[in-house]
């Protein structure tokens, strides 16, 4: 069962342009967290956002989330060729065992 | 990678036969999970491990066995390969359930 579907499934910008993915998820959660993956490579971890948290920054990543609407946002700023991944959202299931519930990712493509 | 190792990184193998993929990792973790990754469907839980011989099903653990011996490693074991098993698997760890997850660089398996 998915649990976070991101929206839109593919985005192509330019370079210096702002990226904003969408994940929406269906049930009560613990956290959140945001995932990079380059091709052929594993997952990196970007940002965890806790259930009682609204907004998160890292660097040039800004994660809000939203528990009433099961919704959150990544959005990448200025961003650069070397942003070019795939995004994942995960959600811990809510037996909280620790399992996480990946959606199907957003592909980013930056161009120079 | 925090410290965590997949082998082997490639294979091919044959339908009906045994594959043992090995998860290694030298953090002193005490949760470890085995996921699949297919085109359309994202990362999926196979299995994962909340202890030395702690092990639980996940989402897709049909045809998957796994054990766990030592903290440190975390065997994933396909007893009769099906080509429906072809996949990348990532191995991925956590201190703690409720935190972030740190991922291998994946297997590549390939059932003929």
């Known amino acids: 069962s998915q649990q976070g579907e991101e929206d839109p499934q593919a985005l192509s910008i330019q370079e210096g342009e702002n990226a904003t993915m969408n994940c929406s998820y269906k049930?009560?959660?613990?956290?959140l967290q945001w995932y990079r993956q380059n091709s052929g490579r594993g997952l990196v971890h970007l940002i965890l956002?806790?259930?009682?948290?609204r907004e998160k920054h890292s660097g040039r990543l800004r994660v809000t989330l939203d528990t009433s609407k099961k919704s959150s946002s990544l959005l990448i700023t200025a961003s650069r060729a070397a942003d070019t991944a795939s995004y994942f959202c995960?959600?811990?299931?809510?037996?909280?065992?620790?399992?996480?519930?990946f959606g199907q990712g957003t592909t980013l493509q930056v161009k120079p | 990678d925090a410290g965590i190792t997949q082998s082997p990184r490639h294979k091919v193998t044959e339908t009906g036969t045994p594959v043992t993929l090995r998860c290694h990792q030298t953090e002193n973790h005490r949760y470890m999970y085995w996921y699949r990754q297919d085109p359309g469907h994202g990362l999926r839980l196979i299995h994962y491990?909340?202890?030395?011989?702690?092990?639980d099903k996940g989402e897709v653990s049909d045809g998957y066995s796994v054990s766990r011996s030592k903290t440190e490693d975390f065997l994933l074991t396909l007893e009769s390969a099906t080509s429906s098993q072809t996949s990348v698997y990532f191995c991925a760890i956590t201190w703690d359930r409720e935190e972030t997850q740190y991922f291998g660089p994946g297997t590549r398996l390939l059932v003929l």
């Open positions: 956002i806790r259930s009682n948290e």
């Open positions: 049930t009560s959660i613990n956290n």
């Open positions: 491990s909340y202890g030395v011989k702690d092990t």
């Open positions: 995960a959600t811990d299931a809510p037996s909280n065992t620790g399992k996480l519930i």
